[in-house]
């Protein structure tokens, strides 16, 4: 059975930061796209980041760059997301995804695989 467990999630202040976990178990990842996503109260699920197998190739929304890294462990099956000067707006539910498509890593519906989410509240 194919699981991901996010951590790292909580309440920060604005400028703050936080490190996101997904650890994955039941298969292994190591050649898959891994990305994350978020969901706001009221609004559709928006890609954040993803990574290639590699780690080395990274993809973002514009609305993280300079901010958010992405990263990913494959010895540990484990993807991060480093998030820094976090902002109110990025308040959301956090989820990780696996085994998504290259091409089309924004698109949610290419996952196969999803966390439960971890909340992240920034406060003003």
């Known amino acids: 059975q194919v699981q991901l467990v996010e951590s790292g999630g909580g309440l920060v202040q604005a400028g703050g930061s936080l490190r996101l976990s997904c650890a994955a178990s039941?298969?292994?990842?190591?050649?898959?796209?891994m990305g994350w996503f978020r969901q706001a109260p009221g609004k559709e699920r928006e890609f954040v980041a993803a990574t290639r197998w590699s780690g080395i190739v990274t993809y973002y929304a514009d609305f993280v760059k300079g901010r958010f890294t992405i990263s990913r462990d494959n010895a540990k099956n484990t993807v991060y997301l480093q998030m820094n000067v976090l902002k109110p707006e990025d308040t959301a539910v956090y989820y990780c995804?696996?085994?998504?498509?290259?091409?089309?890593?924004?698109?949610?519906?290419?996952?196969?695989?999803w966390g439960q989410g971890t909340q992240v509240t920034v406060s003003s």
């Open positions: 039941g298969r292994t990842f190591s050649s898959s796209v």
């Open positions: 995804a696996a085994d998504g498509s290259p091409i089309s890593y924004k698109d949610y519906a290419q996952y196969n695989y």
